[in-house]
Nanobody
Framework: QVQLVESGGGLVQTGGSLRLSCAASGRTFSTNTMGWFRQAPGQEREFVAAISWGGGSTWYADSVKGRFTISRDNAKNTQYLQMNNLKPEDTAVYYC????????????????WGQGTQVTVSS
């Protein structure tokens, strides 16, 4: 099993920054590709960013390209999402996931999820 614990959410003004963290424990050798999803009120969960095991490949949703950066530190079993130039449209609950899967032209979350952390960007 893999357990994921998220932190770093909060309330910021438009243009501000936050860094989300996701610490993994358990059978971490099976985390493989990791990433982030988000779900805004009344909306479906959507893909945000993904990163390969070695960190050499990253993928981003068009809505966050140039503003968000995903990274991971395998020695600490932790992944991060640096969020810059935040906009009100970024307001959502952000979820960390492990063992993401690519299907067609989209990323889908794996069997492992964090509890979610709230990010609110004020106008």
């Amino acid at each position: 099993q893999v357990q994921l614990v998220e932190s770093g959410g909060g309330l910021v003004q438009t243009g501000g920054s936050l860094r989300l963290s996701c610490a993994a424990s358990g059978r971490t050798f099976s985390t493989n590709t990791m990433g982030w999803f988000r779900q805004a009120p009344g909306q479906e969960r959507e893909f945000v960013a993904a990163i390969s095991w070695g960190g050499g490949s990253t993928w981003y949703a068009d809505s966050v390209k140039g503003r968000f950066t995903i990274s991971r530190d395998n020695a600490k079993n932790t992944q991060y999402l640096q969020m810059n130039n935040l906009k009100p449209e970024d307001t959502a609950v952000y979820y960390c996931s492990a063992d993401l899967r690519w299907s067609g032209d989209n990323w889908y979350g794996g069997a492992y999820w964090g509890q979610g952390t709230q990010v609110t960007v004020s106008s």
